[in-house]
DNA sequence: TTGTACGCGTTATCAC
DNA sequence: GTGATAACGCGTACAA
């Protein structure tokens, strides 16, 4: 077992002191020739890397970036840290993931165990627990401290920070309007609790078309799940209680089985009823038939994020305290549900 | 902006000296009472917490794991990581997850990266270049040096190390016994090519339960994909080019993708052609009909792959070099498919 | 009971 | 051209 070789090994071995050897492996013009050339020869046979925790001491500055997310088996999260990690590792940085598991607690301590110096930023989406409660305390700490913050998807307008956010009023409301123009009068809508700012706000955007086509919506046509668990018993009775030529779901799991339920029932799809989903996933190309969905970009909100995140914390100049909020335009992607 | 307080600041504001303070924060027996209510409670009002990095550098420990993974759009790889997650956090450890994106270069880059210091172990299932390369040079460097490594999924013979896989194999076997039991001849295989380590165990398994059934196996029958991209034209051709009454893939993607191929080409499923496809995840339940599957236990995997490393991590006594290899057996869930 | 000194690995400054 | 020294923040053996 060759143990990792550190700046000291080389400077005893090669009789030098340290310091000439940390420079030597910099290239410094200061240091001869030779001893450079011996010195990095060295080095490259016995692979030489300097250590990181080192560094990072030195600098205060670690290279990793936090991301904190509700949960990972969502298709929408894992594509954000697909995003993420690719624009952070193109500039050397690693992606520490943390996921709160939509829980407040989880949230707190992930936050603090990274915030004592292993990251230099954070991106995160709030968790359900989180957006519930509204207690903003331990992220308010942590922007207090001068660490850099960027939320996405699940924000909150008491934080001041950098936001990425895909506009999902718009979103909604082009989905709806889309199916009121197909003639459609009667749309179910299957969201969450409002406390959930995405569930929210799609079902503003959905009540928004029905006021501007002038459509009065049928209270019963909306159904707000408690979280944002799958709990097929609540949506199986919404579905069969009333009755619908269309269905628009905050997220595909909700669709893709808001669509078996509706084939169970029955009714043709897209003949009869259309369905649309948010999240633009696997499931929704391949559901049978495939979903119709709202593309919330999360690739490219992830990257953005990390672009916004790394700027502040690559920028010296602390000065100016303006916080952007980036609004990405939400896609209808059309397939066979419409 | 407050910043973050450290042993010095402390130690200044009180006016005694900075160890005093680490003792008086560790309840040290060697500092009076009264100077540790002093400390303990300054320390709390200014929210002192030690900074992660520099014990990291005292104790050659960072408390961190370094996940490779080759994708987490996947299913499987997402639930593994949430697997790791859960056990590592429940015992202080962050977990920092790295895409190879299927890349031997971003696998060796990142590997390289971590290496250095910011992590005390590896999880990490191979990219498939590296596997298509037979190249894990990288992984025995780092071995070399002492970091522990446990290999899930797609693991090699090549590298001695701790593992975790599902019996692929018996997976396979038991999916391809169920067919035959139905009564299916005539069942299509769409696997990977051989270099994948999965691919061709499980290719292995279809093959054993033919033969255990003393039943021949069409050549055609199987199709063996290039790699695990999605390309729907191949599927296309090789399903209508055969005649099949049932279908086995090797991922969920390949199977509801391979179902959809199947109906439009008017067959009935599962009345003419059963499908079951790997992976239990989402797109496998949601499908339409739902898929039957094998499970890989992807979770539990994860679970397993952090504590098999945890335990490595933290036994001083690196004597024994014994590697174990778990394997987890695979479950067949049934469904609608079938 | 408290404080001094040292080391973890690196880098930057300053002296020779 | 090379080396000694200090510093990042913490913890601990040893000295006072």
């Known amino acids: 077992m060759k143990k990792k070789i550190t700046l000291k090994h080389i400077a005893k071995e090669l009789d030098v002191s340290i310091s000439t050897v940390s420079k030597a492996l910099k290239n410094s013009e200061e240091i001869s020739r030779d001893t450079k050339e011996k010195i990095q020869a060295f080095a490259k046979l016995y692979n030489y890397r300097p250590n990181n925790i080192a560094v990072s001491l030195k600098n205060k500055r670690t290279k990793n970036i936090g991301v904190i997310i509700p949960d990972i088996v969502h298709?929408?999260?894992?594509?954000?840290?697909?995003?993420?990690?690719?624009?952070?590792?193109?500039?050397?940085?690693?992606?520490?993931?943390?996921?709160?598991?939509?829980?407040?607690?989880?949230?707190?301590?992930?936050?603090?165990?990274?915030?004592?110096?292993?990251?230099?930023?954070?991106?995160?989406?709030?968790?359900?627990?989180?957006?519930?409660?509204?207690?903003?305390n331990h992220i308010k700490e942590v922007t207090e401290q001068g660490i850099p913050l960027v939320l996405f998807d699940r924000v909150t307008?008491?934080?001041?920070?950098?936001?990425?956010?895909?506009?999902?009023?718009?979103?909604?409301?082009?989905?709806?309007?889309?199916l009121l123009d197909m003639g459609k009068r009667?749309?179910?809508?299957?969201?969450?609790?409002?406390?959930?700012?995405?569930?929210?706000?799609?079902?503003?955007?959905y009540l928004r078309a029905h006021a501007d086509s002038n459509i009065a919506v049928n209270d019963k046509n909306i159904f707000k799940m408690p979280t944002m668990e799958?709990?097929?018993?609540?949506?199986?009775?919404?579905?069969?209680?009333?009755?619908?030529?269309?269905?628009?779901?905050?997220?595909?799991?909700?669709?893709?089985?808001?669509?078996?339920?509706?084939?169970?029932?029955?009714?043709?799809?897209?003949?009869?009823?259309?369905?649309?989903?948010?999240?633009?996933?696997?499931?929704?190309?391949?559901?049978?038939?495939?979903?119709?969905?709202?593309?919330?970009?999360?690739?490219?909100m992830g990257e953005t994020a990390a672009k916004m995140l790394i700027k502040r914390i690559e920028d010296e100049s602390e000065e100016e305290e303006y916080f952007q909020t980036k609004i990405i335009e939400p896609t209808l992607i059309e397939r066979e549900s419409t």
């Open 186 to 205: 009667n749309i179910a809508l299957l969201t969450t609790e409002d406390y959930l700012s995405v569930g929210s706000e799609r079902t503003r955007g």
């Open 230 to 300: 799958m709990e097929e018993a609540l949506i199986r009775d919404f579905i069969a209680n009333i009755t619908l030529d269309a269905l628009l779901c905050v997220n595909e799991i909700f669709a893709v089985f808001g669509l078996k339920v509706v084939k169970e029932l029955g009714m043709k799809v897209p003949e009869e009823v259309s369905v649309i989903g948010f999240t633009d996933g696997l499931l929704s190309k391949y559901s049978n038939p495939s979903l119709t969905s709202i593309a919330q970009h999360g690739e490219s």
């Open 75 to 136: 298709h929408f999260f894992a594509t954000v840290i697909s995003g993420v990690e690719k624009y952070a590792n193109s500039l050397g940085y690693n992606v520490i993931v943390c996921l709160s598991d939509e829980s407040f607690d989880k949230e707190v301590i992930n936050m603090e165990m990274l915030a004592n110096g292993s990251i230099d930023g954070f991106i995160m989406s709030l968790s359900s627990e989180t957006q519930q409660k509204g207690d903003y």
């Open 157 to 178: 307008n008491s934080v001041q920070c950098d936001k990425v956010i895909i506009d999902d009023q718009l979103g909604a409301y082009k989905a709806t309007k889309k």
